[in-house]
């Protein structure tokens, strides 16, 4: 199977599931291929713990799903060591984060202690547990989802948390004809469950290999990174995007190449992207609200965007 079948075959298995949302389909490969993580934001019940459950599913892989709640503890999540008594030593038991893709489902449900115990899993693949580092199995990914923090009970993730995810999306609400075909399949089971894998892990790591390969011109880089040097000096902004982001931006858009068919990017591929993978690394200004709202630091992200010229 080439590279076009294997990307299709993913977004097909996924789309038979969630419904009407295909450009949201392809962010989600597209940060699996940048080997990336996903923070999937948006009000309950529209269906995010849905994709996340269909992408993992579309792969054969190990799959864990983590509900997070204000008790949960790092020792939930990361593991434990326990005392065997037979062999007079400590033995640890691995925690739900040892698996190909997580689902942290309702991420900002937990304290932000519980929280951070992801930074070290999301940016370097391992865990540090009583002073023992472990590698995570390879792919890793975290797909997380959260209910805006306007809601009851929830803790706002912090920008260092924040700047893990490679981009951070919402699902909205399905069309009428859509939801009416939503509602005629529901059953019992989990949708999901109907899905057979369409990926092998193999499969993963050889759509990483070609990311790795696509083009990005010279003047595209310094296009990409005039647009993260134009957030830094923003007066709406009173935090610009790190160097980290910059390099998200450059991955995403090369996978983003790659699902369209493409062994070179477009300076679309980054401007399409750039609200997505950097709105979330921001902070407004005192007078814009401070950390600010999603809707409004996509669209500084965009305005800005659209002031940084296109090379030709």
């Known amino acids: ?16 599931i969630i419904k009407g949302k295909a450009a949201v389909v392809e962010l989600a490969v597209v940060a699996l291929l940048a080997r990336g993580h996903l923070l999937i934001e948006d009000v309950p019940g529209v269906g995010k713990t849905t994709l996340a459950h269909s992408l993992a599913r579309s792969l054969d892989c190990s799959f864990k799903r983590i509900q997070f709640t204000s008790d949960l503890l790092p020792s939930d999540i990361l593991g434990v060591s326990i005392f065997h008594q037979q062999k ?20 900002n449900r937990t304290t932000p202690k ?99 390969k696509v083009r990005l011109d010279e003047s595209l880089m310094e296009y ?14 009173a935090l610009g995007v790190s160097t980290r982001g910059a390099m998200a931006l450059h991955k995403a858009a090369k996978a ?4 369209r ?4 990017c477009l300076p679309d591929d980054i401007k399409e992207l750039a609200p997505i993978v950097l709105s979330h690394r921001v902070m407004l200004a005192a007078n814009q609200g401070g950390r600010g709202r999603f809707e409004e630091a996509q669209q500084i992200i965009r305005d800005l965007v659209e002031s940084v010229p296109v090379p030709l």
């Open 261 to 264: 068919g493409r062994d070179y």
């Open 88 to 107: 007079q030593a400590f033995e640890f038991r691995p925690g739900p984060i040892f698996a190909n893709i997580v689902l942290a489902d309702e991420i």
């Open 224 to 237: 990409l990174l005039a647009i993260v040097a134009a957030t830094r000096r923003s007066d709406l902004l």
């Open 114 to 212: 519980t929280q951070s115990c992801l930074l070290e899993a999301m940016n370097d693949a391992q865990v540090s547990v009583d002073s023992v580092t472990y590698a995570l199995p390879q792919p890793f990914m975290v797909i997380a989802t959260q209910n805006p923090v306007e809601y009851h009970g929830t803790f706002p993730l912090p920008e260092s948390q924040l700047d893990r995810f490679l981009m951070r999306i919402r699902i909205g609400y399905p069309d009428a004809a859509e939801e009416k075909k939503i509602l005629e399949r529901q059953q019992a089971l989990h949708p999901a469950d109907e899905l057979q894998p369409a990926l092998t892990l193999q499969d993963v790591q050889e759509l990483h290999n070609h990311v790795e």
């Open 256 to 259: 983003l190449a790659l699902v």
């Open 1 to 16: 199977m080439d590279v076009a079948k294997k990307i299709q075959a993913i977004q097909s298995n996924i789309e038979h």
